[in-house]
């Protein structure tokens, strides 16, 4: 019942950390996997809601960490609107392409401010005050602005060498 009322923003917020539908879905398979190994442990010093967010990140940002590990060895709410005249689905992925470039701490936040989530409870899960959350939620707004602009920038360059102008 938990993991059923919970699975759509599971689900999102893997969708973010993951490169493609299968690595979605191996990450959504480790999250699951952790709440059930943990959830004896849960002692209700947080909400069970920010509880399952704090998991569902610590899973993704460890599968990001040691993707990069393997590399060495052997990447108000934000508008849309910025980006050309588009599907809705192609702005999402424009979205998440921008959020998947940010660093680990603000793409969590990101996450979790596109979840609803009060700046208390991220501030809760990520560790940091309110007050600081508030601040880099207005900064990682202006980033994620700046990096669809040129996403639009670089579409629209495209499209000129296409028509030969």
Avoid at 29 to 34: F, G, K, M, R, S
Avoid at 46 to 68: D, F, G, H, P
Avoid at 123 to 137: T, Y
Wanted: charged share 30%; glycine share 2%.
């Amino acid at each position: 019942m938990l993991v059923e009322q919970n699975k759509s923003k599971i689900n999102r917020i893997c969708s973010v950390y993951a490169k493609n539908c299968e690595d979605q879905r191996d990450l959504v398979q480790d999250v699951l996997l952790n709440i059930w190994k943990n959830l004896p442990s849960f002692e209700h010093r947080a909400s069970i809601n920010t509880w399952l967010y704090r998991i569902t990140l610590n899973v993704c940002m460890r599968s990001k960490y040691e993707q990069v590990q393997k590399r060495k060895t052997k990447l108000e709410s934000v508008h849309l609107a910025a980006v050309l005249d588009i599907s809705k689905d192609e702005k999402y992925e424009h979205l998440y392409h921008c959020i998947s470039k940010l660093e680990e701490t603000d793409r969590s936040i990101i996450v979790l401010f596109l979840e609803d989530l009060p700046y208390k409870e991220i501030a809760e899960i990520v560790g940091l005050s309110a007050n600081h959350v508030a601040v880099k939620i207005k900064r990682i707004k202006k980033q994620l602005l700046i990096c669809l602009q040129h996403m639009e920038r670089e579409f629209l360059d495209k499209i000129k060498t296409c028509h030969g102008r």
